[in-house]
């Protein structure tokens, strides 16, 4: 039976406080790896992730950063590198939402979803990526969304980041290949976390209606196929945009 195995690599996942991002924080350390989980606001939630992490053995630690602020990401990528010696994982988990139509849209919540979504992908990747070329090795790993793909309404803002998620997985998956270097994404349908348990029950039953499956995922669903693309298993496996939404696209 095939295992992945992360062991001895270090991890470094952003947004891995609650749902999804903790998720995939504690299943890199069930398969061995070391995690280093980035924070925005809830600190006590972030320790609850380390842990989480600690008990299956594993070294971590919670990193305050703001994604959007270049300046924040350079420190913070530079504190985790002094702390664990190299960076070979990085997960792109961190977003919010601003939702409202596009009339109505302003200004600031426009920015403010692109700067966490995509531009803290793009500040992170950047300062990230040279621990790895330094070691030839490296995955990286984009959480985007079927929404992406797909677009919703109200969404402009949140649709158009997940979606630029996509297009800079690919220029970095060209641009570092030849450094052993593989970037993927993972676009998650409706999965069950504290971003849509705010959502109104019309909505809820809306996005389930389309779902093949009739049910949410879970944010183990989405740490399964993250874990899978950051180990030796995916090694062939770059630019590329996998679904997990349980047949919400089709229906």
Known sequence: MLKIDLSGLKAVVSGGSRGIGRAIAVTFADCGADVAILYAHNKDAAEETVKLIQEKKRKASAFKCNVASEDDVVHTVEDIAKEYGRIDILVNNAGITRDGLIMRMSHDDWESVLNTNLTGAF??????????????????????????????????????????????????????????????????????????????????????????????????????????????????????????DGGLSLG
């Open 123 to 244: 500040f992170l990747t950047k300062h990230a990526v040279k621990y790895m070329i330094k070691n030839r090795f490296g995955r990286i790993i984009n959480i985007s969304s079927i929404v992406g793909l797909t677009g919703n309404l109200g969404q402009a803002n949140y649709v158009s980041s997940k979606a630029g998620l996509i297009g800079l997985t690919k220029v970095t998956a060209i641009e570092y290949a030849s450094r052993n270097i593989t970037a993927n994404v993972v676009a998650p349908g409706f999965i069950e976390t504290d971003m849509t348990k705010k959502l109104s029950q019309k909505v809820k039953e809306g996005f389930l209606k389309k779902v093949l499956k009739k049910a949410p995922g879970e944010p183990q669903d989405i740490a399964n196929v993250a874990a899978f693309l950051a180990s030796p298993l995916a090694s062939y496996i770059t630019g590329a945009t996998i679904i997990v």
